[in-house]
């Protein structure tokens, strides 16, 4: 079974700056994709960013990047010039390929952006 | 832009009575997904579809939930009878996934807006 630990349950920054979410995991398969979704208060989850395990080169999108470390099991998220509007909670997620989609969650980084 | 749609956003219950949950994937997404979230914890997996047909329910309490997905379009999902630890929020999720096979590459799951039920 896998799980996934986020270790980080509240978090805050100024504006603009940046800040980092942690994220570890544990998985006996070879082969998976990690997420960062954003859930805002009282709106749907979005994804942020994903990244495939077979994938050396870490995943960027905008102010969003992540740090893969696979021997590690570990798998970050930093947000460079945050904004207010990130202010939200963070998931991390894993899933599978081969025949098993579903998401694995953590139980959340709350993150709030000080003006 | 299309979303998935849920009914109703909030519920409130008294226990021992039914409620149903309704969703309505992103037209085209073969997969669908219920996930539960209990306040202060990240979703958890009910029940995934693959059109009409359950791929995964084995963490669904199946001697009070249920789920169906007739014509592999939307999806019901109901609690009969509810407990005061159901008080959750649904989360549906859909995704263009086909079926599995090697080398297939996992699509990005879509997330509704959730129904909070609280089951007093």
């Known amino acids: 079974a896998q799980t996934v630990t986020q270790s980080q349950p509240e978090m805050s920054v100024q504006e603009a700056e940046t800040v980092t979410l942690s994220c570890t995991y544990d998985?006996?398969?070879?082969?998976?994709?990690l997420f960062w979704y954003k859930q805002p208060p009282s709106r749907q989850m979005i994804l942020v960013i994903r990244q495939e395990a077979y994938k050396q080169q870490n995943a960027t999108e905008n102010r969003f990047s992540v740090n893969f470390q696979k021997a590690a099991k570990s798998f970050s998220l930093k947000i460079s010039d945050s904004q207010l509007g990130d202010t939200a909670m963070y998931f991390c997620?894993?899933?599978?390929?081969?025949?098993?989609?579903?998401?694995?969650f953590g139980t959340g980084t709350r993150l709030t952006i000080i003006p | 832009e299309a979303e998935v749609a849920q009914s109703p956003r909030y519920k409130i219950t008294e226990k021992s009575q039914a409620v149903a949950f309704w969703c309505d994937p992103i037209s085209g997404h073969a997969t669908l997904y219920w996930y539960r979230q209990i306040l202060g914890q990240g979703p958890e997996l009910l029940v995934q579809?693959?059109?009409?047909?359950?791929?995964?329910d084995s963490q669904l309490p199946k001697d009070r939930f249920s789920a169906e997905r007739l014509k592999g379009v939307d999806s019901t999902l109901k609690i009969q009878p509810a407990e005061l630890g159901d008080s959750a929020m649904y989360l549906c999720?859909?995704?263009?996934?086909?079926?599995?096979?090697?080398?297939?590459?996992?699509?990005?799951?879509?997330f509704g807006p959730g129904t909070r039920l609280t089951v007093l």
């Open positions: 998985t006996s398969e070879s082969n998976y994709y």
């Open positions: 997620a894993l899933s599978y390929n081969f025949g098993n989609e579903k998401l694995t």
């Open positions: 579809f693959q059109d009409e047909s359950v791929v995964d």
């Open positions: 999720a859909s995704s263009l996934d086909q079926p599995p096979r090697q080398g297939f590459v996992t699509d990005t799951q879509y």
